[in-house]
Nanobody, 121 residues
Framework: QVHLVESGGRLVRAGDSLRLSCAAS????????LGWFRQASGKEREFVAA????????YVEDSVKDRFTISRNIAMGTIFLQMNSLKPEDTAVYYC??????????????WGQGTQVTVSS
């Protein structure tokens, strides 16, 4: 069973950049697609981006694709979320999740503990 650990969240100012990391372990990482979700206080969790651990450029939700980039280091079993030009509305707990490669978005069944990103205005 894959285990996910996020890191990199912190307090930043609007316009700053931040890179989140998610390290996967405990399973055959190549069998999974890893994704980023976020949940702001009082709001539902929303999908942000995803990338397969075997190849491909990944996918970033339209609402942030001009500012966020997803990437991976296969050897390290780690994915990254590069966030540029951060806005206060990006403030949320960011979660890393894993689903079987090729599975639907509803199949994200492994979750990290989350990392807090706070963007001050």
């Amino acid at each position: 069973q894959v285990h996910l650990v996020e890191s990199g969240g912190r307090l930043v100012r609007a316009g700053d950049s931040l890179r989140l990391s998610c390290a996967a372990s405990g399973g055959t990482v190549s069998l999974y697609t890893l994704g980023w979700f976020r949940q702001a206080s009082g709001k539902e969790r929303e999908f942000v981006a995803a990338i397969a651990m075997t190849g491909g450029s990944g996918y970033v939700e339209d609402s942030v694709k001009d500012r966020f980039t997803i990437s991976r280091n296969i050897a390290m079993g780690t994915i990254f979320l590069q966030m540029n030009s951060l806005k206060p509305e990006d403030t949320a707990v960011y979660y890393c999740a894993a689903k079987p490669r090729g599975g639907s978005r509803s199949e994200y069944g492994h979750w990290g503990q989350g990392t807090q990103v706070t963007v001050s205005s």
